[in-house]
């Protein structure tokens, strides 16, 4: 019996390659101060990629109203396949009590990841290419029980048409389970009536099991999570990463207090290639499209300076240009008054010296008769 021609084993060569060069995976987290964004990192992951921060200077840095970028880098082994893995924090977003742009920061971020991305594309040697296009976004919700804020809003449209976006509502153990799924409706609502854009896994038809999970993921959205990177006990005497309180013990990994296992596995285990997949063929491509119907080849961007911080700066200098127009403006209007009476001045010794030339030519003129008159007197 023959073994056909090889084609089957195609499958086999991309995982022994994909095995030696590994991958790399870009993640942004976006969301207010103090709802876990770090520890939720460093629970995935299962290491301390971000360091914790120190919120006793959360409150100092009020007067500075613009958002930060920071950028952490870890390399990941498991089984002997390497990732290369990518966090973009935003430190600063919502912070402040005017959020007004806050945003702009980050959508800006995005936006340059893919034009680096498209510039590198079009250069002759493109080996070494710098690949910070961000494949996942999580967006953290404050776990109010209400509904979405206007910034919520407001900032999600906007990431959603640039990145996979995935809501996850934040410190889920500080909600009773019913307000909990009743705040998750409302989400679900808002999002869909504000027509904003979120990651949905791909239903594969071809495979019933695949596609109910995909339907079961999609139906969980938004993940309600937990953050620990701390073992606590639990009554029965396991020992688990979650937060101790009187009442007992909210665990990260159990399904009934959280949703953080079907957020990882969409992460990792189950979408990380889809994940990559549609943000080089549906976000990139998109960002691309819309550049080279505006754009010549090879012309660079035309950057808006809507930054906050940029718009800040700009009226600073306005300020202080017109400050110094004003001051020169008096300078010279000091000037100017200086010389009219210098002129003036002038004026009047010009007609002074002129009234005593005019003098002058009278006496001459007088004493010219009288040497006329005298010599005629003489002859006779």
């Given at each position: ?101 806050s945003w702009t920061p980050i959508i800006d971020f995005i936006d340059d990841q893919h034009e680096s991305y498209m510039r ?246 007088t004493v010219a008769a009288y040497h006329r008159q005298g010599g005629t007197v003489g002859r006779r």
């Open positions: 019996m023959s073994d056909g021609i090889g084609i089957a084993n195609l499958p086999n060569q991309r995982h022994k390659i994909t095995s030696q060069h590994g991958a790399h995976f870009t993640i942004m987290v976006v969301g207010e101060s103090g709802l876990g964004k770090t520890t939720l990192i460093n629970t995935l992951f299962a290491t301390e990629i971000c360091a914790p921060r120190n919120y006793r200077q959360r409150f100092a840095k009020q007067l500075d109203k613009t958002t930060e970028i920071e950028i952490l880098k870890a390399d990941l082994e498991e089984r002997g396949f390497n990732i290369k893995l990518t966090v973009i924090d935003t430190p600063g977003f919502g912070d402040y009590v005017n959020n007004r742009d590198q594309e079009q250069q002759p040697h493109r080996k070494e290419k710098q690949d910070l296009r961000i494949h996942a976004c999580l967006y953290f919700v404050k776990p109010t029980g209400t509904t979405l804020k206007p910034l919520d809003v407001e900032i999600m449209k906007r990431l959603g048409t640039r990145v996979n976006l995935i809501p996850v509502i934040a410190k889920a153990d500080t909600m009773v389970p019913e307000d909990l799924l009743n705040f998750k409706t409302v989400i679900r609502e808002v999002v869909a009536a504000q027509g904003i854009k979120i990651y949905t896994p791909p239903i594969d038809t071809d495979d019933d099991a695949v596609a109910e999970y995909a339907r079961s993921m999609q139906a969980v959205m938004p993940f309600s999570i937990i953050g620990s990177t701390q073992d606590v006990t639990t009554p029965d005497g396991r020992v688990v990463k979650g937060r101790e309180y009187l009442w007992g013990v909210a665990e990260v990994e159990n399904e009934d207090h959280c949703d953080f296992k079907k957020l990882r596995s969409l992460l990792i285990r189950s979408y990380m290639l889809d994940l990559i997949t549609s943000t080089e063929e549906n976000h990139y491509e998109a960002y691309r499209l819309t550049q080279m119907e505006t754009r010549k080849f090879g012309e660079p961007k035309v950057r808006k300076l809507d930054n906050p911080k940029y718009r800040e700066e700009e009226e600073m200098l306005r300020k202080r240009f017109t400050e110094q127009v004003k001051l020169e403006e008096s300078r010279f209007r000091q000037w100017e008054q200086h010389l009219i009476a210098e002129r003036d001045r002038l004026n009047k010794d010009l007609e002074q010296a002129h009234t005593a030339i005019k003098a002058l030519e009278a006496e001459l003129d």
